[in-house]
């Protein structure tokens, strides 16, 4: 269980839905993503994502990078 405000640093695949974006984690399941500015060429790629768990699966993003 991750706790909430705790620092995330993973890697999978970015995802767009009707929703915003998701993580696909390499780790297994997925994260959905808050974030301040859409990363459209990152999209359908394997990403980097660093920020802070905000609970129920969603974590707020402060950079997301191509793996």
């Known amino acids: 269980m991750i706790e909430i405000g705790a620092g995330i640093d993973e890697t999978g695949r970015l995802i767009r ?3 915003g974006f998701l993580l696909q984690r390499d780790l297994g399941g997925t ?5 301040l500015r859409v990363p459209v060429d990152h ?9 802070y768990y905000a ?3 969603i974590v707020e993003v402060e950079g997301v ?3």
Do not use: N, T
Not at 31 to 35: A, D, E, K, W
């Open 17 to 19: 839905d009707e929703a």
């Open 31 to 35: 994260f959905r993503l808050v974030l």
């Open 43 to 51: 999209v359908e790629k394997r990403v980097r994502v660093q920020g």
């Open 55 to 57: 609970g129920e699966g």
């Open 65 to 67: 990078a191509a793996a």
